[in-house]
C-alpha cells in the first residue's frame, strides 16, 4: 500500500534529508547509516535506516535507484527548496501569515549574536531594497521610512 505524501519532512526524514544534501550526491543506505550513527548515541540499526529511507522514497522526498546489488538514494527537492517550504508552511499554520511575529518568536528563541545581528538587519535592507525596486501592476511600490541605524 502506498503512502500518502505527506507536506513536509518529520524530523528523522529532515535529518537524512540534510545527510544526503552535505554529501551532494547518491548515497546508499550504508552511507547513510555511517553519518547518522557518528551523530547518534546509541547506534541505529541498518534495517531502520533503510526502512526510514523507503517510505522518505514513497513519500516522494527522495529518489531510489539500482547501482550494481544496492540502491543509491538522492533528494527528491534541493534543500533552498524544500527548507522555504517548511517555512512557508510554519509561517501559515503557527504564525497565521505573521512574519513580523516568526521573527520576533525567532530572535528570542536564538539570541543571535551582535554579528548576527549585523547581517540580519543587512539582509532585510537588501530586501527592502530589492523589494522596493519592483514594480507591481498599480506602479511603482512605496518605500516606507525607516530610522537611520547607528553604525558602530
Known amino acids: 500500500m502506498v503512502r500518502p505524501r505527506a507536506e513536509q519532512p518529520t524530523p528523522a526524514e529532515l535529518e537524512i534529508l540534510k545527510v544526503l544534501w552535505e554529501r551532494d550526491g547518491p548515497?546508499?543506505?550504508?552511507?547513510?547509516l555511517e553519518v547518522v550513527n557518528r551523530r547518534h548515541d546509541p547506534p541505529r540499526a541498518y534495517t531502520s535506516v533503510m526502512s526510514l529511507l523507503n517510505v522518505m522514497v514513497e513519500k516522494g522526498l527522495l529518489g531510489r535507484f539500482?547501482?550494481?546489488?544496492?540502491?543509491?538514494?538522492v533528494p527528491a527537492e534541493?534543500?533552498?527548496q524544500t527548507l522555504r517550504s517548511l517555512l512557508g508552511e510554519t509561517l501559515e499554520r503557527a504564525y497565521s501569515g505573521s512574519a513580523s511575529l516568526l521573527v520576533a518568536h525567532l530572535l528570542d528563541q536564538s539570541a543571535p549574536s551582535p554579528e548576527e545581528l549585523d547581517l540580519i538587519r543587512s539582509l532585510l535592507d537588501d530586501y527592502q531594497d530589492r523589494s522596493s525596486s519592483e514594480t507591481t501592476e498599480g506602479g511603482d511600490r512605496c518605500k516606507?521610512?525607516?530610522?537611520?541605524?547607528?553604525q558602530g
Request: aromatic share 8%.
Open 66 to 73: 539500482p547501482k550494481g546489488r544496492a540502491f543509491v538514494y
Open 27 to 32: 548515497a546508499t543506505v550504508r552511507d547513510v
Open 78 to 80: 534541493p534543500r533552498d
Open 144 to 150: 516606507p521610512s525607516r530610522s537611520k541605524r547607528p
